[in-house]
């Protein structure tokens, strides 16, 4: 383990202490048609079925369940496009603190209904003209809030990591491990769990086409920023990697993949169909690359997470369409 990165698997593992108990143990699913398709064994980890409907729950419940007494009193302040905001609001409300949650505009209306049900205070932003981490700021140093990003944090980073921790317990050793890319927080989280776990195993981020920072990030060794991109993936429409997951990413991820928006629709077209299951778009990232050949299974095993299940039924519904 590199010694600079910011999240250790010792982090990990007391971070898998404090979400016990509120976190779901999420299943491991497996599909005799996904293997086939596929050519090797798929072990899809399925964080649709975590409290809330996504693996934010695991990183928002670690960094909250560490604020001190007078950050607990004070409130936490967030920006999120959905699933991060309602793992903040369902986080604070079982610990007993306040939410304040930065919000686009055109945020799935599931994603916003969910986040004020548990009790978060929404503010609106405009994605394209205004900057939600400004703003986030803005609102920690005039309410002295405490800011909890939604990738960038170590504590956010150690507490996706336990998704791959339990991935590989009750799965097995694992030749190649996928998971969905935005900002990089649940790929470093797991890339530092698997490494610690299973040393050989390949590590891979797969992020949409249309937002591929990323792979530029990871190819030429800095960060880029891009333009909000256009995509159904909307849990990856962030435009840069973070400094404390970048270092993370680009020490032990082998290569960041992409896929497209019509791959996404098919891949959860797929989960509906055959596995019987609802992923949302950005949670069938990993799974879709695997399906569009982006890696050489050759009879390996692979983990594939599944992010997240949180989709407005009538656009779900336009997608299978």
């Known amino acids: 383990m590199d010694d600079a990165f910011a999240v250790s698997y010792d982090d990990i593992v007391a971070a898998r202490g404090r979400i016990s108990g509120a976190a779901h143990r999420t299943p491991v699913l497996t599909s005799s048609t996904a293997d086939a398709r596929a050519g090797g064994t798929l072990l899809f980890k399925c964080e649709n079925f975590q409290r809330m409907g996504a ?8 960094a909250l369940s560490r604020f001190t007494g007078e950050q607990k009193a004070a409130g936490v302040v967030t920006f999120s496009s959905g699933n991060h ?3 903040v609001a369902l986080s604070a409300k079982l610990l007993g603190i306040r939410a304040v949650v930065v919000m686009p505009g055109d945020a799935p209306a599931a994603k916003v209904a969910a986040a004020r049900g548990y009790g978060a205070e929404i503010r609106f932003y405009d994605r394209r003209t205004e900057d939600r981490e400004a703003l986030g700021a803005q609102l920690a140093a005039e309410q002295g809030l405490t800011l909890i990003p939604p990738y960038d944090h170590p504590d956010v980073m150690a507490g996706q990591g336990t998704c791959a921790a339990e991935l590989i ?8 491990l996928l998971t969905p890319l935005g900002g990089g927080g649940l790929l470093s989280g797991c890339a ?3 490494r610690a776990l299973c040393p050989d195993c390949e590590i891979y981020g797969v992020e949409p086409e249309a937002g591929d920072d990323g792979r530029q990030s990871f190819r030429c060794g800095r960060i880029i920023t891009t333009a909000t991109p256009q995509t159904i993936a ?3 429409q962030t435009t840069h990697l973070g400094r404390f997951t970048f270092p993370v990413i680009r020490g032990l991820v082998k290569d960041i993949l992409t896929v497209s928006d019509a791959e996404l629709a098919q891949t959860m077209r797929f989960f509906a169909e055959r596995m019987k299951i609802v992923v949302e778009p950005t949670g069938c990232l990993a799974a879709a690359a695997v399906f ?3 890696v050489d299974l050759a009879g390996r095993r692979a983990g594939v997470v599944l992010s997240g299940g949180n989709v407005d039924l009538e656009k779900y519904a336009d997608l299978l369409r």
């Not at 693996?55 to 670690?62: T, V, Y």
């Not at 317990?169 to 190649?176: I, M």
Request: proline fraction near 4%; charged fraction near 25%.
């Open 234 to 236: 909307d849990g990856a």
């Open 55 to 62: 693996f934010k729950f695991r990183g928002a419940f670690n």
């Open 292 to 294: 569009a050949g982006r």
């Open 192 to 194: 530092v769990a698997a």
């Open 85 to 87: 905001a309602q793992a």
């Open 169 to 176: 317990e009750d799965a097995g050793p694992l030749d190649l």
